[in-house]
Structure formats: C-alpha cells, structure tokens
C-alpha cells in the first residue's frame, strides 16, 4: 500500500499482534537484491509461503535458514501428509523441535503414528499458545501405549478428531478428559465414506455419553459421518451444552430427529444446524416448535422431507438466513410459493436449491424478481430447463450477490441441447453484479458458445 511515497508491508492477518513496516523511496537504491531486505521484511514475506516452501527456503543460505525456522512462523502446521502435511521422518528428532522451531504453534494436526505418550506430553508442556488440535486416528491400525501418558494440551479451544472404523478411543480419552473442558468446538469426523455395505456391522469406537460430561463450554458439535451416532447421542450432548450454537449431524444417517425437540428447548442459543443426509422423520420434524427458535442457518440436503413437511418447517423459521436445501425431490413450486406467502423468506440472503427438479422455471423467476435484491448467494445448479433467457432476465435483479451457481454439470441428465452464450452472460454479469465474488458455471464446452472476441 502506497502512502506519501512509502511502502508499508503488513504480515499476514493471522497475526496478533500486526506491525507495519516502512519502506521510503530513498531507501530503494539500498535495497537492490532480497539479499538486502530486513530479517522482518524477509519474515513476513516468509509467512505467506506454506510449511513446506519455507524448509525450501530454509536451504538458500544461513541467514534465510535461521528466518525460516524462526518459531513465529510456525504458528500453523499440519503432519498429516496425506492432506499436504509435512512428513516426520524421525519422531526423536521431531520431538526436539517442539520446544525449539514449533513451540508458537496456535494450531496443529498430527498423524496416527505422531499421536504418542512422549509428542502430546512435549506439546502440552511446550506449545503453551496452542488452541487448535486434530487428532486422525483414520488410518490407525492399532493405538500407542497412553497408560504413561500424564499431560495433554488443557488451553484447547477446538479439537478434532478423525475416526477408525474399529479402533476403540476410550482408553486414550481416558487419560485426557480432565484436560479439555475448555474446548468449545468439538469436531468429529467419521466413516461414512469408507463404509461400503449398508449392513456392516458399525462399531461405537468413542463414548459420546462420557465425553459430554468434560466439555461443558461446547459451541459448536460437528459430528460429520459418524455412523454410530443416533438421536440419543444427540440428545446426551445437548444436555451439557446451554451455550451450543451450531450442531452438524451431516451423514449420520442414524438421526432420525426425534431428539430436535428436546434440543432446540434445551439450547436457546442454537443458531445452525445442519441435518444433510440424516434419516429424518416426516412427523418428527412438523412436531419441533421451529416458531421458538433463533435458528438462522439450515441445510437439510437430501433428506427426502414431503412438501407438507418442508412448508411446516420453513414457514416457522422468520430469522433463517441460510438455507441448502439442495436434491430435494419434494421441494416443489407450492413449498416455494407458500414460503414466499407466509413471510418468513424476509430474511434470506444465501439459498442453495441445486438439483431440486420439481421446481418450474416461471417459479423460479417469481422468486427471483420478488426476492433477488436480497440475496448474496445463489445456487440453482443442476436445473437443466434454466438456460440463457432465464439468466439473462434473472441476472439484473441480483444486484448484491456475491456467490452464484449455474448450469448442469457434464455427464448430468437430461443432456442440455440448447446453447448458451457465455459471452452475454459475462457481460451481463458485469455490468449488474458489482460485488460478485465467485461464479460457478457448470456447463460442459459443447453447450458453451463463445463469440469471436473471446477466443
């Protein structure tokens, strides 16, 4: 950022405590090569490159190595490396460099076979900024010895841990309860995408009951394809969690939702939840009291819920302001209709109706001229009638939209014969989405037509 003829160089937002630095126009004829630049500016520019790139950088000469390795910028690392983590080759040598190179860490993920007695005990009693924690237990064949284990991270704000499918948890949780009652968001990912037959047998490989009774300050409970978690479960959870303010039970396909109305009385402050690919009962969710909530966010993508059922819930939610009701086959022109009726659409501002095929295109564009001014994203993919006349009449009525989906992906049926100019649509969208930030075209090259001036 150019100021009064100086530069000013800011490090990253993550950053707590933000330094500008000044760089003046006679300083430049000092400052011929990066060889030149201050250990701070180096420092900063450092800090944009991932874990991986500075141990590249740390190879260049000894000065760059001393920034590189500098503790301040490792505050975020991952050792998962089957999601772009850096690998541990020596677990001893690893271990040294807690209290040394990763000793400002906030946020960290470890691997199964880094999740030992000797790591947690030297990142509980060395990383003392930590507040972020994943533990993937996914790969685990069989657990480490934690009957020495003594201490374990206790300033922990959000943890994460990631299921196996027959690898029993209790006896590691065991020893770390009393150390993370100050979590607040609670994410536990589990197997659903590794279960291959609907009738194999589902292991309770954590105890959700005793888990709940140490983690009081619960905000957010993120229980994604854990396919042992029923109702009751959820119902336990609740229970301890006045302050609960986000409850995911996506792929859980054992939640039927005869706990929500227990939940929803129980915790007054719950803003979103998310209910995708959960078995839902028709009867069961018309009979929550949606009028009574604070509710603002929910995605119920693929439940199967009926028309009557989605019009009780929606017209009974006035404050939502996020709904993904995507590949709802129920979710027809009357349930639209009904809840642009009744009101309680006032709200809205993000909508995703991806793959909802029951829904017209003149229902559609009803909704869009009643309500596009209000919407900051917009997902109608996967709807093969919504082609270049629709878009094009619907475009200019999404003045504030920042997010917007469109279009069949290839492969999708019906196939899409017509041809869409893609050209208008780019002008289009140009010249009346000032604030657009992210645009999803799906249609393959076949049915996109360019003019001349685009190639």
Sequence with gaps: MSVNGAIKLYPPTHDQNPQSINITNEDFPKLQTIGKLPDRVLQIIFSYLHPSQMLVAGRVCRRWKSIAYSSALWYNVSFRTSYGGIQVANIDHFIQLI????????????????????????????????????LDFSTAMQLHDFTDLQSFPSRLRTLTICLSENIFLEGFFRKVYTFISS?????????????????????????????????????????WGVPFITDDHVD?????CAHLECLCVNYCTKVTGS??????????????????????????????????????????RATELSAETLISMLSRLPQLRWLDASWLEYFTD???????????????????????????????????????????????????????YFWMNAIPKLRDVRTLVMGMAEDCCPKVIAKIHIDQFIDCLAQNCPKLYRLEIRWDDETLRFSDKSR
């Design 236 to 240: 336990a959870l609740s229970s301890n």
């Design 259 to 300: 706990c929500l109305k227990l939940v929803l009385q129980r915790c007054r402050k719950l803003k979103s939840l998310f209910l995708a690919h959960a078995s839902l009962d028709q009867k069961t969710m018309q009979a929550v009291e949606w009028e009574k909530t604070q509710l603002e966010e929910l995605d119920i």
């Design 334 to 388: 009357q349930v639209l209709e009904e809840w642009m009726q009744c009101g309680s659409i006032a709200n809205l501002t993000h909508l995703s109706l991806d793959t909802c095929d029951s829904l017209t295109e003149n229902c559609l564009s009803d909704f869009v001229t009643a309500h596009g001014h209000q919407l900051a994203a917009l997902n109608l993919g996967g709807h093969h009638k919504l082609l270049e």
């Design 183 to 223: 979590v607040e968001c609670l994410h536990i990912v589990g197997t659903y995408e590794k279960v291959e037959d609907e009738e194999e047998e589902v292991y309770e490989t954590l105890n959700v009951f005793k888990l709940k009774q140490f983690t009081p300050n619960l905000r957010v409970v993120n229980l």
């Design 99 to 134: 209290s040394s190179r990763f000793s400002e860490m906030r946020c960290c993920e470890l691997a199964t076979d880094l999740i030992t007695p000797n790591v947690l005990h030297e990142i509980a009693n060395k990383c003392h900024k930590l507040t972020y924690l994943t």
